[in-house]
């Protein structure tokens, strides 16, 4: 098998007319998710262009079969071919296009096409876009089993009903972009504001606004003491987006603190649910749940999935949600692409990645938490 081998990308775009009229913003969103692609496949885009005619967009592609074993947790024995193929249903759910992959010889001739389609048949029309950037982890942050007695842990309701909000939930910039991690922040501010507490309304500029912003400065190198985003990525991961909530705020709030929970203990995601009104999670979805294998009304829950090609954690389609209710059963309510998602306790241990609660108001410290001591050390963390 050879180590490597060249291709190029036809992209067309199926989502209706350009957002400008010079394509610029389209362009942007395609940039974007080349540059996530990459940093999933480890694939090389060699070039890039906007085209005239039937095609947007041109890509020429390098191959690295070797360079994939080493990024991907799950191998098995991929052709340099069905990396490309990876790589384009990665460019096409993400940048709401149409791509054919033309293997070239290397005399440069095209000799097939296979057509990959989008995410774009969801949510009514509207697309619905993962983006969490790969899972991070970082020695420095905070664990809520430090300021919480574990025999409060299991004082939590055998339910808690899911908070409805007076508004629409709304996409906040996730239907064409891979801001999932700055829609999760915003849902939980919705959330949070739903009992009347005098705050701005959350917007879709001011989320998207916030995530330009981000990850701009993670581009430019100013991304504070995580930064665990990669630059050639649009996705930003869940720790440099709850920092930035943390520090700089999302739609005009800030979080006072956030840390990381016990993912797979059924009782720290009650307490995280029950006592912080939601909890925010990553998760690893496999493809058998995002479209075009299933839209949001042909798949009102997500289940438990049969491994196999289409059940397997998959990186590319890394997606960011919060929790706001659980049932006596451990099934979690999550609210994701502007609505609320049944998601099944098997399903969450075989998919979740990252789980953290953050605190939204000092002043008001949930039960049984010593949020006095896990201020001190989010104070301690920031000069390490």
């Not at 262009?49 to 360079?67: E, I, N, P, Q, S």
Request: hydrophobic fraction near 40%.
């Amino acid at each position: 098998m050879p180590e490597t081998a060249s291709f190029v990308l036809l992209a067309k775009s199926i989502a209706g007319p350009r957002d400008s009229s010079d394509g610029s913003i389209a362009a942007e969103v395609f940039s974007q998710a080349l540059d996530n692609a990459e940093a999933q496949t480890g694939a090389t885009v060699d070039q890039a262009k906007v085209a005239g005619g039937v095609y947007d967009f041109v890509v020429d592609l390098t191959v690295d079969v070797a360079r994939y074993a080493a990024l991907n947790r799950e191998i098995g024995s991929p052709t340099a071919h069905q990396i490309a193929l990876g790589f384009a249903g990665a460019l096409a759910h993400n940048a709401a296009v149409t791509v054919e992959t033309v293997p070239v010889t290397p005399l440069g001739d095209p000799i097939v096409a296979d057509v990959v389609h989008s995410c774009t048949t969801a949510l009514e029309g509207r697309p619905g876009c993962t983006g969490a950037s790969l899972t991070a982890s970082d020695d420095r942050t905070l664990r809520l089993e430090s300021y919480v007695r574990k025999q409060t842990v299991g004082s939590t309701p055998v339910q808690v009903v899911a908070q409805a909000i007076a508004e629409e939930w709304g996409m906040l910039g996730n239907k064409r972009t891979g801001d999932c991690t700055f829609a999760a922040a915003g849902h939980a501010e919705q959330l949070w504001a739903a009992p009347g507490k005098p705050k701005p309304p959350v917007t879709t500029d001011a989320v998207y606004g916030a995530y330009v912003q981000a990850r701009d400065a993670l581009r430019a190198g100013a991304n504070g003491r995580r930064g665990r985003s990669s630059v050639r990525s649009p996705g930003i991961t869940a720790l440099d987006a709850l920092n930035y909530w943390r520090t700089t705020g999302i739609a005009d709030h800030r979080i006072a603190a956030y840390a990381a929970v016990p993912r797979d203990d059924p009782a720290w995601v009650r307490f995280a649910i029950d006592r912080f009104g939601c909890a925010y999670v990553v998760l690893g979805l496999p493809d058998a749940v995002v479209p075009p294998h299933m839209t949001f009304e042909t798949s009102p829950s997500w289940e438990q999935v049969p491994r196999g090609l289409d059940g397997r954690v998959e990186p590319r389609n890394s997606h960011c949600v919060i929790y706001i209710g659980y049932d006596q059963d451990m099934n979690l309510t999550a609210v994701t692409w502007g609505g609320t998602k049944l998601t099944s306790w098997p399903f969450h241990q075989d998919y979740c990645d990252e789980m953290y609660v953050a605190l939204h108001d000092a002043a008001h410290a949930p039960s049984g938490v010593n949020v006095t001591k896990w201020l001190k050390d989010v104070a301690k963390a920031e000069k390490a």
